[in-house]
């Protein structure tokens, strides 16, 4: 926010995994200008698609109420319905289905958050004994942690030179789901389309949209390796559980642990 005010930039947070997270007892969301939620179906409290936007700005809400529903004329924005748009806008509203699902949701989040965050607690405990996985870090202002993944490191020679795709292939094998995550962006093709798109031309200097300089100055190693190598996922949905799921996963891992020698071979 510092950096922000001091560039006289507004800020727009992505708390999309963050419902109820806070930072020094300040919920994520809150400290910009707007806060955006997803609804998405893997996110915590899914509704199917969609999402949220909130802030404490009422001229901002209006504009973006109006933005959701053709443009038309909303609050601070002045103009009468029927006579069309004031913005340019679209039509994204929420059904009254998925409404009706959120709403019950909304109920259980608090709870799920809270079960989420004991279970992830209790697997850290459990998994932090084993040489090769590193667990999440909380930093201290975090006074409410949320749990939208279970994210771990693993480290190949901590596991006698195994390779994340095989601990994948068997910890799925003991019927535990999981996934390498998020794939690195920066040096993918289809930014080369992108660059070499009308609508880019127009926003970008010719010199911004070279693709190779790009992708030389925008070298990520640490992230490379996280993505290519390190990253496991649990997703939300497994903290869950009861505390003897969390116990199933951990034995998984300690047995692949155990065993990583015999799975060098491993094709899955
Ligand atoms: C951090 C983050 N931001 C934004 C999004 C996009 O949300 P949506 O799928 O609702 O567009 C996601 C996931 O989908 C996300 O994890």
Redesign the pocket.
């Known amino acids: 926010m510092a950096i922000a005010k001091a560039n006289n930039l507004v800020v727009i947070e ?5 419902w109820l997270a806070e930072i020094n007892h300040k919920k994520v969301g809150t400290f910009g200008l707007a806060g ?1 939620f ?3 179906n ?2 915590n409290l899914p509704m199917g ?3 949220a936007i909130v802030s404490d700005d009422d001229d901002f809400m209006d504009k973006c109420y109006s933005y959701h529903n053709y443009g038309y004329a909303y609050g601070s924005l002045v103009g009468a319905v029927n006579q069309g748009a004031v913005m340019a806008g679209t039509k994204i509203r929420l059904t009254e289905y998925q409404a009706a699902i959120g709403l019950s949701q909304l109920e259980r989040l608090d709870g799920e958050t809270q079960l989420r965050e004991t279970n992830a607690t209790y697997l850290k405990g459990k998994l932090e004994g084993i040489p090769g996985l590193s667990t999440y870090v909380l930093t201290p202002n975090v006074t409410r942690a949320v749990f ?1 993944l279970f994210p771990f490191r693993f480290h190949s020679e901590g596991f006698k030179g195994l390779s994340r795709e095989v601990f994948i292939k068997a910890l799925k094998a003991e019927g535990i789901p999981c996934s390498s995550g998020y794939i690195p962006l920066n040096d993918k093709l289809y930014l080369k389309d992108a660059f070499t798109s009308k609508n880019y031309k127009r926003m970008y200097q010719a010199d911004e949209l070279d693709f190779d300089k790009f992708v030389a100055n925008n070298q990520c190693p640490i992230t490379d390796k996280l993505c290519n190598e390190e990253a496991i996922w649990l997703s939300q949905s497994m903290l869950l559980g009861t505390q003897s799921d969390m116990d199933d996963i951990a034995n998984a891992i300690y047995k692949i642990h155990e065993n990583a020698e015999e799975l060098l071979n491993y094709k899955g």
């Open positions: 992505d708390a999309c995994q963050g955006c997803s609804f998405q893997s996110k698609e969609g999402g939208h």
